[in-house]
């Protein structure tokens, strides 16, 4: 059986080649440069199965099956994955299968490619695209990517609401909330305890207020200390409640934290302290700032730690409060 003659379906994209073999059969061509535009896919019994992505697609095609269509399609124009969702994109919302969630559309100058991120705390979808991206090719990646949508929805743990009895990992060491609502005092802790004072309809508002003010300080604090070893000046520190970083350091010299890195371990905040200070001598992500960072941290293996613990943990921070 002679190879498929990929380069004619570059030059139609609709067209479409087929051919029954036996199961040993194989018919390979090997692939120069296709951009990245466009996919190959392998359909059998209607069901496509991406072959190759990427920024172009090297090797050979496998078509051992027993009665297989080989197709080339552009991303704007045909659809490479199955879904089963229906879909619904609003310029806020976004309705799969009849469920409704909160939807983003960012532009970010620093992305190579699409990317979707569902938040933890409220289930947002957030469609990240580089700049130069079509919104067209944003809402068809969305529609492909909708089952995995629905499952990383399904995955998403409750949120852990700030009550009494509840606890909260201040440090990264469980605490328990007590109400005390005849003392005075606002918020203190004793032991692995956490009390806070007031009517217990203010008790978020006040524990989170005090979270923010212990980290201003505590962050601030620590952001100078390793600031004048580098001979660099921290101007401003700021706490936030930011979903998509923990940390962000300005051209002049303002730092902004997140404030629930006080849920995390003591070493992964110092971390993020350390790595917010080294941009302001390195303002990349350069080998001489991960060198600078670990130098901040005491070692390799202190960077490695908390940056793994982040990975693995950090999401979970975002379900408090």
């Known amino acids: 059986m002679p190879p498929l003659d990929l380069d004619a379906l570059l030059c139609d994209r609709t067209a479409s080649t087929g051919y029954h073999g036996r199961a040993s059969e194989q018919c390979e061509r090997r692939a120069g440069e296709f951009p990245c535009r466009f996919h190959i896919v392998v359909s059998n019994a209607n069901n496509p199965t991406r072959v190759g992505r990427g920024d172009f697609f090297y090797g050979s095609i496998d078509c051992s099956l027993e009665s ?18 229906s879909v619904q994109i609003n310029e806020d919302r976004l309705i799969l299968g009849g469920r409704s969630f909160p939807f983003q559309v960012r532009r970010d100058t620093r992305a190579r490619r699409m990317l979707l991120r569902v938040m933890p705390r409220d289930g947002a979808v957030v469609l990240v695209l580089p700049v130069r991206a079509s919104l067209r090719s944003g809402q068809q990646f969305v529609t492909e990517h909708a089952n995995w949508i629905l ?13 009494d009895g ?3 990992p201040l440090y990264g060491a469980p605490h328990i909330i007590r109400h005390r609502p005849d003392a005075r005092g606002g918020v203190w802790v004793e032991g692995q305890e956490i009390h ?3 009517r217990s309809e203010h008790l978020p508002r006040r524990l989170r207020d005090w979270l923010k003010r212990r980290a201003r300080e505590e962050f601030g604090a620590a952001a100078r200390d390793m600031a004048v070893g580098l001979g660099v000046a921290v101007k401003r520190v700021t706490v936030r409640d930011t979903q998509s970083r923990w940390g962000s350091c300005s051209a002049h010299g303002n730092l902004s934290f997140s404030w629930r890195l006080m849920l995390a371990p003591a070493a992964v905040a110092r971390y993020l302290v350390a790595h917010e200070v080294a941009h302001l001598k390195h303002m990349d992500h350069s080998i001489a700032f991960w060198r600078l960072c670990a130098q901040l ?9 908390a940056r793994t613990w982040l990975r693995r943990h950090g999401a979970a921070l975002h379900l408090h409060g």
């Open 297 to 305: 941290l005491g070692g390799e293996s202190e960077l490695r730690a």
């Open 166 to 168: 509840a606890v909260l």
């Open 196 to 198: 806070v004072s007031g």
């Open 151 to 163: 499952a990383r929805q399904d995955e998403r743990p409750a949120v852990q609401v700030w009550q």
């Open 68 to 85: 297989s269509v080989l197709q080339l399609y552009d991303k704007d124009l045909g659809l490479t994955k199955p879904y089963s969702a």
